[in-house]
């Protein structure tokens, strides 16, 4: 899959030759390099969204935009706890990777190392959320059921890459009707920095 999960959300993405059995990728072999990401949470870095996500207890749909490696990930999981803290009703990560591993709280549930298919059909159905917190849409199933969960009355904060707004519409599985909330990210060496937030209709607010 192009990444080994260790402990604490650590990921070690791997280079090299990929090897494929009927189409299907089983392993990667003679591997170059490596790229080590060890997570870690910074305390209060969505403070400047958190009143856009969470207006008098209503949760905005919310998808947070940026290329790799501009803080993403580290903003998500200070707004699970934040709205863990609020105590806003029940929130589920959709944990993919391991990363969210040390985000906990009495209103959080959590299904790690899974397909967001699997992740939000289970989820939806037998823990019963408010809110779903997702990293990293990809792809039309993913697009799917972020509007499943949405139509269902399920509020969703998610991730995407891409470098604007621009770049996000012209996706091809991009769906204009499930966000309220754009939150892009700067694509410079300052980690976290908002280039700016946006409604439904891509307006500045």
């Known amino acids: ?32 390099s490596l790229n ?52 806003i009703g029940s929130i589920l990560i959709l944990d993919e990777r391991g990363e969210f591993c040390d985000i906990k709280g009495v209103n959080i549930d959590a299904i790690r190392y899974c397909d967001k298919l699997y992740g939000f059909n289970y989820g939806l159905r037998s823990l019963s959320p ?5 990293d990293e849409l990809c ?9 499943n969960a949405s139509d269902s009355g399920v509020k969703v904060i998610a991730t995407v890459h891409a470098k604007s707004l621009c770049d996000l519409k012209a996706k091809s599985e991009f769906k204009t009707n499930i966000f309220s ?6 694509n410079n060496l300052k980690m976290g920095e908002i280039q700016g937030i946006y409604n439904s209709e891509f307006e500045k607010i």
């Not at 792809?139 to 509007?147: L, S």
């Not at 909330?181 to 700067?186: A, D, F, K, S």
């Open 139 to 147: 792809g039309n199933n993913d697009w799917k059921c972020v509007q």
């Open 130 to 134: 408010r809110v779903v917190i997702t």
């Open 181 to 186: 909330r754009y939150v892009i990210l700067e």
């Open 36 to 87: 080590i990401r060890i997570p870690h949470n910074i305390d209060g870095c969505s403070g400047q969204i958190i009143d856009y996500v969470v207006k008098n207890r209503t949760i905005n749909n919310t998808l947070i935009i940026s290329p790799p490696f501009c803080g993403k990930t580290t903003i998500l999981k200070d707004l699970a706890n934040k709205l863990n803290n609020l105590e």
């Open 1 to 32: 899959c192009g990444y080994l999960s260790y402990t604490n959300g650590i990921r070690i993405g791997l280079a090299g030759e990929c090897v494929y059995d009927n189409n299907k990728l089983i392993t990667i072999k003679n591997v170059s």
